[in-house]
């Protein structure tokens, strides 16, 4: 990797750390529901009243959390990258963490709810229905460095 573009990623990612710690709002998720994807994935933490049936559901969230430069490319958080909150956006349920392989790409297993997603480009609520995953992309837009 060349010295500019080591730099570039590093101002991304200073400027991305900047972005959540400051709650940026810019981008409105994308969602939609798609079947299971592959991945390995997390699973939120139950909620008092919750039977162990639903230990091991097969819905949640996946998607893209990052940002976006001007010219359009975007680049992927590494390490803890999204947090899921109830509907109410007060309780943390769970957290999601993009790999230094993938980049931005992250999948929670969630129970059938509304939820609000914390992440680069802010905090939007979404829905899993029962059997399904909703699509998330969370991107902040960054000016080009100079």
């Known amino acids: 990797m060349g010295e500019n573009a080591m730099r570039r990623t590093g101002l991304v990612c200073l ?12 981008r409105a998720p994308v969602t939609s529901t798609a079947p299971s994807p592959s991945r390995s994935s997390a699973i939120a933490s ?22 976006r430069i001007a010219e359009g490319a975007q680049e992927g958080v590494i390490g803890e990258c999204i947090w899921i909150f ?17 980049p ?3 999948r929670l297993r969630l129970r059938p709810g509304k939820y609000v997603i ?9 829905e899993v229905k029962r059997g399904e995953w909703t699509k998330v992309t969370s991107l902040v837009d960054l000016p080009l460095a100079p």
């Open 15 to 26: 400027i991305l750390a900047i972005g959540i710690a400051a709650g940026c709002e810019r």
């Open 46 to 67: 139950p909620t008092p009243g919750e039977s162990a049936a639903d230990d091991n559901p097969d819905s949640g969230v996946y998607g893209f959390a990052g940002a």
């Open 86 to 102: 109830d509907e109410s956006d007060r309780r943390q349920i769970a957290k999601g963490d993009c790999a230094a392989v993938d």
């Open 104 to 106: 931005g790409r992250f």
């Open 118 to 126: 914390h992440g680069p480009g802010g905090n939007h609520p979404f």
